[in-house]
């Protein structure tokens, strides 16, 4: 009995032999059967990888798509603002120019050479307040200024031209202006002891004028004539002169502390603050290209008669510059920067952790990366630029972290993406506070943020097997 106990528990025994024997014999090396699957399984997964990163470049270019959008969005408010900044000024008054005063005469045959005599020395003094206007949600900034004109005219010999014969009792004093709607009281003008009021008329050269006779004839040759004007006057956007005196003086102070001095002669002196500025001109005869005696303005000639009042003006723009726009576009400059960095991150990302992110996931971390230029664009037109970026910054990295967290369960790399976004971002704001060193900081800081990614790439094994 116990014999046969034996021989039945070696049953089972001797056919698994016979079972190994037989596999041995069909199945000489049992390695090489396993080889070809591992070798297929590794040209499958590295076609994915391949497959995966070129989705990944795909989109990076679509996303070129919105962004060229949101640099249009940006136009278009920009464009919206300046139309609400030019309602203001047709409802309060225009750029202002002040051209004069001069003496006219006419010419008795025809008005083609009509002389306008020059002042010998002209000053010019006044002090601009400055005030912002709400249109909607944009400001339009108007001032209104004091300005006390002094000077004299000195009578000099008359030129002579063919068919002209001037008549010196029709002699007029003319001082232009661009906008008569910023004249708050009645102009007198003062000349040696004698009080004129002027009245506003239309001049075939120097266009709307203020004018008042002036007894040209009871004067000689070499003779000289003081005069003073005080003119209080609104505006929009700018106030200019033009150096019409052989000797020409202006002072200007304001409460506007982003003044913008313009045109073909700069303050010999200035001093710019947060409480405003104070600048002033001096601009002689040498300096310009017309003599004390003209009968063309506006480009209709060329010669010292002749006075181009757009390349000879000066002055200031007291308009404060709209630089959430500006900025804003230089900000969207960098978006694809952006996305193709932080697409990296987050391939490395996935690699590492083994987790499959798809295209879509992809998609929608870009689309956050472009929201945040449009919420850049909403919260600068309310609040200052500053506190602006800074909420969409964190808007946008608490967002896109908190997305990583989910798909990839677990919190520090997230974080680590979140830290690798602010330091981006924190680039950025830098760049668009500089001006003059922007080319060459960007560049060094893109050239570490790349050594920092190649380095991390370093790290990744991207084929597993070997």
């Known amino acids: 009995m116990q014999k046969e106990m034996e021989n039945a528990a070696m049953e089972p025994q001797e056919a698994q032999m016979k079972n190994e024997t037989i596999f041995s014999a069909i199945n000489p090396v049992g390695e090489q059967k396993n080889a070809a699957p591992q070798n297929g399984q590794r040209k499958i997964r590295n076609n994915r990888l ?25 136009n278009e408010r920009y464009e919206t603002s300046s139309k609400a900044e030019t309602e203001v000024s047709q409802l309060w008054s225009r ?64 030129p002579v031209f063919e ?48 004018c008042c006779p002036v007894p040209l004839s009871e004067m000689q ?20 002169f033009l150096p019409l005196g052989n000797s020409t003086e202006v002072e200007l102070t304001s409460n506007c502390a982003s003044p913008s001095f313009q045109g073909n002669y700069l303050p010999v002196t200035r001093t710019v603050s947060d409480k405003g500025f104070s600048a002033s001109w001096k601009i002689l005869a040498i300096n310009r290209d017309f003599s004390q005696m003209v009968t063309k303005w506006n480009k209709r000639g060329s010669g010292p008669y002749c006075v181009n009042t757009k390349e000879n003006a000066f002055g200031v723009t007291l308009k404060v510059p709209v630089l959430q726009y500006q900025q804003t576009t230089r900000s969207v400059k960098y978006a694809y920067l952006f996305i193709l960095m932080t697409f990296a991150i987050v391939f490395f990302l996935e690699y590492r952790h083994l987790t499959p992110i798809h295209p879509v996931q992809y998609l929608l971390i870009g689309i956050a990366l472009l929201l945040f230029y449009t919420l850049l664009l909403s919260f ?26 989910g798909i990839l369960k677990t919190k520090k790399t997230p974080i680590i993406t979140g830290s690798f976004l602010l330091t981006l971002y924190v680039f950025m704001y830098v760049l668009l506070q500089m001006e003059t060193y922007t080319l060459l900081v960007g560049s060094i800081g893109i050239f570490i943020i790349l050594a920092v990614l190649m380095y991390a790439s370093q790290k990744v094994k991207w084929y597993k097997d070997k």
Do not use: C
């Open 50 to 74: 391949l497959l995966k990163l070129g989705i990944i470049g795909l989109l990076s270019v679509l996303l070129l798509i919105p962004q060229q959008f949101i640099l249009r969005l940006i």
């Open 95 to 158: 750029a202002q120019q002040i051209t004069g005063p001069v003496i006219h005469i006419p010419n008795k045959n025809n008005h083609e050479n009509d002389l306008y005599l020059l002042p010998e020395d002209l000053h010019i003094k006044g002090n601009v307040t400055t005030e912002n206007r709400h249109r909607g949600i944009f400001d339009a900034t108007v001032y209104s200024a004091d300005l006390d004109i002094e000077g004299s005219f000195t009578l000099l010999e008359m």
């Open 163 to 210: 068919n002209t014969e001037y008549d010196t009792a029709k002699a007029e004093v003319l001082i232009a202006l661009n906008d008569f709607r910023g004249l708050t009281e009645n102009i007198t003008l003062r000349l040696d002891e004698e009080t004129y009021a002027m009245k506003s008329n239309q001049d075939g050269q120097m266009g709307s004028v203020l």
């Open 221 to 240: 040759v070499g003779q000289s004539v003081k005069f003073s004007v005080k003119m209080p006057i609104k505006g929009s956007e700018s106030l200019t």
């Open 380 to 405: 600068s037109e309310h609040i200052p630029f500053l506190w602006s970026y800074l909420i969409a910054t964190l808007m946008t990295i608490v967002l896109i972290t908190g997305y990583l967290a």
